[in-house]
């Protein structure tokens, strides 16, 4: 797929038809289908080896490096089920050369937005800009994606603190924002230096575009840093659940086990069976002895129950 303007860049073959004349210039892309299309290119061209290399082999990280007459720029989108896909962009005065290891929708964007305004494909600034727009859009839509899903993890946890999978989950989520945050922050700083560098192939008409994808892209990172402090107070609000819910279980049977306390003491008394112990041949000593332990346990609840101890979802005092 190539965006041209009747060039002639100085190579022989293939793509000689799309060498730029003049002022004007050409974006071409490739993806791992086309990479002997591209060696054969890049062979044509006097481009420093490293660029060459940094452009067929990619990085781990998103990274700008300016060579003699041009610049690599490795740039990292996020697709909407999260996984990352690196994209290169080798840029000259005149050209500027895309390749991915597979395709992508990015690729049809930037060309659909090149279609429609003709004159920013006269100039690589422009064709940069919308890479680094798209990239930043993704980036962003990931990011209310996160946001939402962690608002579910909050209701979650109060509606099921004791379910397992939500640590589970959590842990998932902080290792890929752990990812993101890693690619987030290299990509904001090498946005940063094309911001800064003094390059020929940015005018002065893209140098407001670049800057507000940059202030765009910075929300990135710090809402990456945010998210995992949520997690973690997330994680801490489920622990600190379980631990009020297992201190209300202790209660509860801290409870029904002081007022067992004195009827285990009542039927103790009476089962020592002592020869002088006149209520035990008491004709109503049997019912007398289950309506004592049934008065005193029903005291004791009354007690709690007055001081809040049971049956109030408040601890204070009254």
Same mark, same amino acid.
């Given at each position: 797929m190539? /965006?041209?303007?009747?060039? +002639?860049?100085?190579?022989?073959?293939?793509?000689? +038809?799309h060498a730029p004349a003049g002022s004007q210039s050409c974006w071409l892309h490739f993806t791992a289908a086309a990479k002997p299309d591209l060696e054969q290119l890049l062979s044509s061209l006097s481009i420093h080896p490293l660029a060459q290399q940094r452009l067929m082999n990619g990085t781990d990280i998103p990274t700008f490096d300016e060579y003699e007459g041009c610049f690599f720029l490795s740039l990292f989108i996020v697709r909407p089920s999260g996984r990352t896909v690196n994209v290169r962009l080798l840029t000259g005065s005149q050209y500027m050369i895309s390749y991915m290891d597979e395709n992508d929708p990015l690729v049809d964007q930037v060309k659909e937005r090149l279609l429609n305004h003709r004159g920013q494909a006269l100039y690589p600034g422009y064709v940069l800009y919308h890479f680094l727009d798209l990239a930043a859009i993704r980036f962003l839509q990931v990011i209310d994606q996160i946001a939402d899903r962690i608002q579910t993890l909050e209701r979650q946890v109060f509606a099921t603190p004791f379910a397992n999978e939500i640590g589970r989950e959590i842990y998932r989520m902080k290792t890929h924002l752990h990812e993101l945050r890693?690619?987030?922050?290299?990509?904001?700083?090498? /946005?940063? #230096?094309?911001?800064?560098?003094?390059?020929?192939? /940015?005018?002065?008409?893209?140098?407001?575009?670049?800057?507000?994808?940059?202030? +765009?892209?910075? +929300?990135?990172?710090?809402?990456?840093?945010?998210?995992?402090e949520s997690l973690s107070a997330i994680f801490d609000l489920q622990l600190s659940l379980k631990s009020d819910h297992m201190n209300v279980i202790m209660k509860t049977l801290?409870?029904?086990?002081?007022?067992?306390?004195? #009827?285990?003491?009542?039927? !103790?008394?009476? !089962?020592?069976?002592?020869?002088? #112990?006149?209520?035990?041949?008491?004709?109503y000593g049997y019912?007398?002895?289950?309506?004592? #332990?049934?008065?005193?346990?029903?005291? /004791?609840?009354?007690?709690?129950?007055?001081?809040?101890?049971?049956?109030?979802? !408040?601890t204070k005092e009254k």
């Open positions: 190539a /965006i041209e303007h009747n060039f +002639r860049l100085t190579v022989d073959g293939t793509y000689k +038809r890693q690619i987030a922050e290299a990509q904001e700083e090498a /946005i940063k #230096m094309i911001r800064h560098a003094d390059l020929p192939y /940015i005018n002065q008409e893209t140098n407001p575009y670049i800057e507000e994808v940059a202030s +765009r892209f910075s +929300r990135v990172p710090a809402a990456l840093d945010a998210f995992k801290t409870l029904v086990s002081v007022i067992f306390l004195p #009827m285990t003491f009542i039927a !103790g008394v009476y !089962g020592m069976n002592f020869a002088f #112990m006149p209520e035990l041949k008491w004709r019912p007398f002895a289950l309506l004592l #332990m049934a008065t005193v346990a029903m005291l /004791i609840a009354l007690y709690f129950k007055r001081k809040g101890w049971w049956g109030e979802t !408040g």
